[in-house]
């Protein structure tokens, strides 16, 4: 049986692909802005690997660094909470390891059981696929959870390794979607994917409490825009 908890919370009017920046999520990243988890410039991210000749990506969105501080550490467990509400599932799954404490918290709080997938199988001991999964979970719900969607890559092969234990995996659910082909190349594999808010939005929000200036808030969405192009041609190419 479903375990969720539904809690009303103030939407903003803006919505893009069914997200919203909420109250928590306002709070969420201008305390990540102040800690430094949130930076803008020139990065690699991990696409760089298979394609270095990728643009560099304008920011960095770094959850790992939320959990050294008390007073923003939960927000992201209160956002992905809300949005699970859409969700039907029995166990909820991370991709390690960025998110890791966030959906150990929120697992707790749903009451839910909660397994890690791993892109390949452990190399000693139990030799797991997935850790956490038991032989009476064939056949559950999982849910899979990530911080940020780029290029769906690692998602994609998480999923799919939740299959092969014998999980059922129809929804991804992530904080924040960049918006360069990542739901895209998910959603032709037949996932349902739920993101909390966009870059964009998060962008629009920064500049209008003048957390970031016109210069800042323009090169960052033409940027992204420009991955969003190359990756699409990418995309083209393969299809």
């Known amino acids: 049986m479903t375990t969720i908890i539904e809690q009303n919370r103030q939407k903003e009017p803006q919505e893009i692909n069914g997200s ?16 430094g988890a949130i930076r803008f410039g020139d990065f690699k991210w991990t696409y760089h690997n298979a394609y270095p000749n990728a643009p560099l990506a304008p920011m960095y969105f770094e959850l790992r660094m939320i959990r050294r501080d008390s007073t923003i550490r939960n927000l992201p467990v209160d956002i992905l ?7 039907g599932f029995n166990m909820v799954a991370d991709v390690p390891t960025a998110i890791t404490p966030t959906v150990a918290v929120l697992a707790e709080r ?8 791993r892109m390949e199988p452990k190399k000693k001991g139990s030799s797991a696929l997935v850790d956490g999964f ?37 929804d991804i659910v992530i904080l924040m ?6 739901r895209s190349i998910l959603e032709k594999s037949g996932y349902i994917v739920h993101s909390s808010f966009t870059a964009k939005l ?38």
Do not use: C, H, W
């Open 20 to 35: 919203y920046l909420t109250l928590e999520g306002k709070k969420l990243v201008v305390g990540m802005l102040r800690l």
């Open 81 to 87: 909470q809300d949005k699970l509400v859409q969700v």
């Open 110 to 117: 749903l009451r839910a059981g909660m397994v890690s997938p």
């Open 134 to 170: 038991l032989p009476e979970d064939k056949g559950k719900t999982v849910v899979l959870i990530d911080d940020v969607l780029s290029r769906g890559d690692s998602k994609l092969v998480l999923a799919e390794n939740l299959k092969k234990v014998g999980a059922v995996v129809k």
């Open 177 to 182: 979607d960049y918006e360069i082909g990542g």
């Open 202 to 239: 998060m962008l629009d929000y920064f500049y209008s409490i003048g957390k970031i200036d016109k210069e800042e808030y323009e090169r960052t969405l033409n940027r992204l825009l420009q991955m969003a192009n190359f990756f699409e041609g990418i995309d083209r190419e393969a299809s």
